[in-house]
């Protein structure tokens, strides 16, 4: 059975890791060096690199027996592609989601539908920003908050530190660290650059969510959280047992 994996998340490697010990033929498509590094070597599963279009995806499903979307909750074109791509091509599509984060119910938590709504509520609240949402959003941020004081947590890429820099974020506000990221270690940089608020996303307890969660509300800081987009799927049982059935 052949079976193509959307990755770059950890459910998506320990999927793919279970399947080809199950005997699948595992083709795990990740968009960066990074994706690819942290997907690391298995037998039984082939990785390609690189971003994809929605013609691109086609192309990469077609002959496979199923299509499992394993991406980032927040990528959200993605997924539309490759949803897209599979009803074109009449592969069958899983969509694999993250369990629901509980949150604290004692922490300061305010919630946003876009990184826009989260920039102008941080803008509100006033002081320095950390900001645990990656590199792509900065611009939306630096236009609302001044850069000076928006601390981004990045990953140690040329790409991020490029994205901080267009931005107008100085290099001494730049944290460029690979998580995950413990309580702990959450507490230690909101401490050491004094900042005031942070904001985040949703991204489950395999994002690191609830450590944020509850370092914010240790340091008595409020937490803006972009919400997930709502959509359909199953979660990682649900989809091994799927896959196991059928390649029964």
């Not at 900065?138 to 981004?152: F, K, N, Q, R, T």
């Not at 994205?163 to 506000?173: K, S, V, Y």
């Not at 702990?184 to 609830?210: H, Q």
């Not at 709502?230 to 989809?239: A, K, T, Y």
């Amino acid at each position: 059975m052949k079976i193509v994996i959307f990755g770059g998340t950890s459910e998506g490697r320990e999927l793919s890791n279970e399947l080809a010990k199950a005997g699948a033929e595992v083709l795990v498509s990740v968009a960066s060096d990074y994706g690819a590094e942290e997907q690391g070597t298995a037998e039984g599963v082939t990785v390609a690199q690189g971003a994809k279009d929605e013609e691109e995806i086609r192309q990469m499903i077609s002959g496979a027996d199923m299509v499992v979307d394993a991406t980032h909750p927040f990528a959200v074109i993605v997924t539309d592609n490759i949803r897209s791509a599979a009803e074109k091509a009449g592969v069958e599509r899983l969509r694999l989601l993250r369990d629901e984060s509980p949150t604290e119910g004692e922490a300061d938590i305010r919630y946003a539908a876009d990184p826009c709504e989260a920039a102008r509520i941080a803008g509100e609240i006033g002081g320095r920003v950390l900001l645990t949402t990656g590199s792509k959003d900065l611009g939306i941020y630096a236009e609302v908050i001044d850069p000076e004081l928006l601390y981004p947590r990045v990953l140690p890429l040329v790409s991020s530190i490029e994205a901080c820099e267009e931005a107008g974020i100085p290099h001494r506000n730049i944290i460029a660290v690979q998580g995950p990221f413990s309580e702990e270690l959450n507490k230690a940089v909101i401490r050491d650059y004094k900042t005031e608020v942070m904001i985040t996303k949703d991204s489950g307890a395999a994002g690191g969510f609830p450590e944020k969660i509850r370092a914010a509300h240790e340091c008595r800081i409020p937490i803006i959280v972009i919400a997930r987009p709502e959509e359909d799927g199953l979660s990682f049982d649900e989809i091994l047992a799927v896959c196991r059935e059928k390649m029964k």
